[in-house]
């Protein structure tokens, strides 16, 4: 597989556990989809809801390094991180440390979570009238 940014043969290479493909030259790695959820479940519980993926996806000119079409550079569940991904989602490109800000984001959301669920909730209920359970209501708001 080549490198979306320039072209060099990606290298197979550990992440965190995980066997990535990562660029010599730029340090970019790609990752299927089951590695990316892997490695945000390492910080945070797949149970818990992680909200909406793709925010304001665009083309960009690279071609995914696994099937060629050009790939959509989006706002990674809409945090200030943008990267980019197959049109099909069989993966992601991370540019160089940006798989550190993808768990840095996960821990943050996980303790906002854990700090905001009441607030949330009781946000929610006013919008809806309060129906649903606990859960529900968490699955509206991250929908
Ligand atoms: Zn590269
Ligand atoms: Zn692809």
Redesign the pocket.
């Known amino acids: 597989m080549l490198c979306p940014v320039e072209g060099s043969e990606l290298q197979h290479a550990k992440l965190r556990g995980l066997e990535v493909d990562r660029c010599p030259d730029c340090d970019g790695e790609y990752l299927d989809h089951d590695q990316l959820t892997e490695l945000e479940d390492q910080v945070f519980d797949h149970d818990i809801p992680k909200g909406t993926i793709h925010f304001g996806d665009h083309q960009v000119e690279h071609a ?1 390094p ?4 050009q790939m959509l550079r989006f706002r990674y569940r809409g945090w200030p991180l943008e990267i980019e991904r ?3 989602e ?2 992601y490109w991370l540019d160089k440390g940006e798989e550190k800000h993808i768990r840095d984001y996960m821990k943050e959301r996980k303790s906002r979570l854990a700090r905001s669920s009441s607030a949330e909730s009781a946000f929610d209920k006013w919008r809806h009238g309060g129906s649903g359970g606990f859960f529900q209501k968490i699955k509206n708001i991250f929908k």
């Not at 696994?66 to 079409?69: E, L, M, P, S, V």
């Open positions: 995914c696994h099937c060629g079409k197959c049109p099909d069989e993966g």
